[in-house]
């Protein structure tokens, strides 16, 4: 009789002051029935304890990995991926640590690239967490001649078209799975994003290596979006970390610079202009001078300085 091909998976998660989702991920994987995977667990120099409390108690399941610096999502993410490349797994998964999983949600993405050789990443299908009839992700779409990374259903009804496997634009980095053999070829994150179009970045670096990426509908996973740059109270600039604006801005100026063909620059630089200048507006209307700032400044350097 022949045997069952199961492939290895590492699945490498990032921790960052946030015990309790980590530790809800965690409890979810612990029902995941794929029989051949590893959970990594990278810290990235959090302060508040939630590192070593879930090794205390998870410590039996999963690989940790103590970093002395938050290195951000893209270097967080390299430390784990690098191990699991060290280890020799056949799989790397990215998955944030706001997520619960379905039992079976790793068979339907290891079947998917282990019977399409042309296909090089996949991803899931996400609803929101916190309301499980809204879909979240269901692929990422690149409208070229705008340079918009476009989510697909976010935020509708799940329906029929919703449900069918296809191939699409880019893979979000909350649930992203690649073969080791491609990231060995196409390379890691780029750290320089620090987060944010990392993963698009990532999902064209894989594309141009001659490979497609796919949307499973059938592998499901829930997502709290947002999770790590809101503030749970709204505060004067409101409840997005400045900071945030700041890396958007800069991280998909860098990308447009690197992918966008010459015959759409035209288009492209006028649509980031009024996206922009309107953005600002809107910080001017509202007061909140700080995102003000923080958006000007990651234009400039997105601009002026030197990109991916």
Not at 66 to 82: L, P
Not at 87 to 92: K, M, N, R, V
Request: net charge positive; aromatic share 16%; with cysteine.
């Amino acid at each position: 009789m022949e045997s069952v091909r199961n492939p290895s998976v590492g699945i490498v998660i990032i921790n960052w002051n946030s015990y309790v989702h980590t530790h809800q991920c965690l409890l979810s994987l612990k029902k995941v029935i794929y029989p051949n995977f590893k959970v990594f667990i990278v810290d990235n120099r959090s302060t508040d304890g939630s590192g070593r409390q879930l090794k205390e108690e998870h410590g039996d399941f999963a690989h940790f990995i103590f970093h002395h610096e938050n290195a951000g999502f893209a270097g967080g993410n390299n430390i784990g991926i690098a191990e699991v490349i060290r280890q020799g797994f056949d799989y790397l998964m990215l998955l944030n640590n706001d997520t619960e999983s379905k039992p079976d949600f790793l068979n339907h993405l290891v079947k998917t690239l282990e019977e399409n050789p042309s296909i090089g990443a996949v991803q899931p299908k996400f609803f929101f967490l916190l309301n499980k009839t809204k879909i979240w992700n269901a692929g990422g779409k690149f409208v070229s001649f705008l340079g918009i990374s476009r989510t697909i259903g976010y935020n509708q009804a799940d329906q029929k078209k919703f449900n069918q496997p296809k191939t699409i634009d880019w893979i979000t980095g909350c649930g992203f799975m690649v073969s080791t053999a491609i990231i060995k070829e196409v390379g890691m994150l780029n750290e320089k994003f620090f987060i944010y179009y990392e993963d698009v970045d990532w999902s064209f670096r894989i594309r141009k290596a001659g490979f497609k990426l796919a949307y499973e509908p059938k592998s499901v996973v829930y997502h709290e979006a947002g999770m790590a740059h809101k503030s749970k109270v709204k505060k004067k600039e409101g409840y997005v970390n400045p900071f945030v604006h700041y890396l958007r801005s800069r991280n998909q100026i860098w990308l447009l610079r690197k992918y966008t063909p010459w015959y759409f620059a035209p288009t492209v630089t006028l649509f980031m202009m009024f996206k922009n200048l309107a953005i600002m507006a809107y910080f001017v209307f509202r007061k909140r001078f700080k995102k003000l700032t923080f958006a000007a400044k990651g234009l400039k350097e997105g601009i002026f300085h030197e990109g991916i």
